[in-house]
C-alpha cells in the first residue's frame, strides 16, 4: 500500500503556464508539507498543513498555492510557471499533534519549465 | 527562524571505514533531530533520530550524538557499505502549531568505494 502518492511523477511544461501537482496519503496524519529540492539537492520547506489549516508558508511567490480539501490530501497549484520553478517537489505527512515523529515523503514530482 | 548548517557537503571513504557528518543548528528551541537518507532518483526516508533529552543514540552501525550545549549533532556510519552511499539530511525541528516543523541541512554526499 502507497503511503504517500503525487501526481504527476513527471512535469514538463512552458514558462506562464499554470499547473497543479496532487497529494494523498493514507497514513491517517495530521499534518502534510510540500518541500521544493533544487538542482543542489536542498530540501527547503514550502507549506505545512496541520488538519486543515496552514500552520507554515515559508517564503514562496504568491504564485504557489496549497489547497487542502480533507486531512488526507494537499495539492499544490503554481500559476504563471517560471524557469526557476524547475525542481522536483516533495510532497510529505507525518503525526503532528505535538508529538515526534518523522516525515514520510511521497515519490516527488519532477518540474521542468521550458 | 532555524538556521542548519551541515558539512561536509561531500564524503568519500573506502568500503569498511567510518564516515562522520556533523551538523549545528541556531535556536535553542529546536528539540527534535532527524537524520534522513535519500538515495539517488528516490524519496528522503529516515533512519535514525535524536531528541533533546538524549545524549547519544545507536541503531547497528549508525549512531547519532547531541551536544544541546554546544548545539551540534552528528552522525556516524560505521563499517560502511556501497549500498550508504546516497545523500544524507539532517534537520532540527520545532514545535510550531501542534506540529514538529524541521529545517534541514544542506545535504551529504557520502561515496563508499568498494
Known amino acids: 500500500d502507497t503511503a504517500v502518492s503525487q501526481t504527476p511523477k513527471y512535469l514538463v511544461t512552458q514558462m506562464g503556464n499554470d499547473k497543479s501537482i496532487k497529494c494523498e496519503q493514507n497514513?491517517?496524519?495530521?499534518?502534510m508539507y510540500w518541500y521544493k529540492q533544487d538542482s543542489k539537492k536542498f530540501l527547503k520547506i514550502m507549506f505545512s498543513?496541520?488538519?486543515?489549516?496552514?500552520?507554515i508558508n515559508e517564503t514562496v511567490p504568491n504564485r504557489f498555492s496549497p489547497k487542502s480539501p480533507d486531512k488526507a490530501h494537499l495539492n499544490l497549484h503554481i500559476n504563471s510557471l517560471e524557469l526557476g520553478d524547475s525542481a522536483v517537489y516533495f510532497c510529505?505527512?507525518?503525526?503532528?499533534?505535538?508529538?515526534?515523529?518523522?516525515?514520510?515523503f511521497g515519490p516527488g514530482t519532477r518540474l521542468t519549465v521550458t | 527562524g532555524e538556521n542548519v548548517e551541515q558539512h561536509p557537503s561531500t564524503l568519500s571513504v573506502q568500503e569498511g571505514d567510518s564516515a562522520v557528518i556533523k551538523c549545528t543548528y541556531s535556536?535553542?528551541?529546536?528539540?527534535?533531530f532527524p537524520w534522513y537518507k535519500q538515495e539517488l532518483g528516490k524519496r528522503p526516508q529516515l533512519i535514525i533520530d535524536?531528541?533533546?533529552?538524549?545524549g547519544e543514540k545507536k541503531d547497528q552501525r549508525i549512531a547519532v550524538t547531541l551536544n544541546k550545549t554546544a548545539k551540534h549533532f552528528s552522525l556516524h556510519i560505521t563499517e560502511t557499505q556501497p549500498e550508504d552511499s546516497a545523500v544524507y539530511f539532517c534537520?532540527?525541528?520545532?514545535?510550531?502549531?501542534?506540529?514538529?516543523?524541521?529545517?534541514f541541512g544542506r545535504g551529504t554526499s557520502l561515496i563508499v568505494h568498494p
Open positions: 510529505a505527512s507525518s503525526q503532528g499533534s505535538g508529538t515526534y515523529y518523522e516525515q514520510y
Open positions: 497514513l491517517g496524519h495530521d499534518t
Open positions: 498543513y496541520n488538519n486543515k489549516e496552514l500552520i
Open positions: 535556536d535553542s528551541a529546536s528539540n527534535y
Open positions: 535524536i531528541r533533546s533529552n538524549v
Open positions: 534537520a532540527a525541528s520545532i514545535e510550531t502549531g501542534g506540529s514538529y516543523i524541521p529545517t
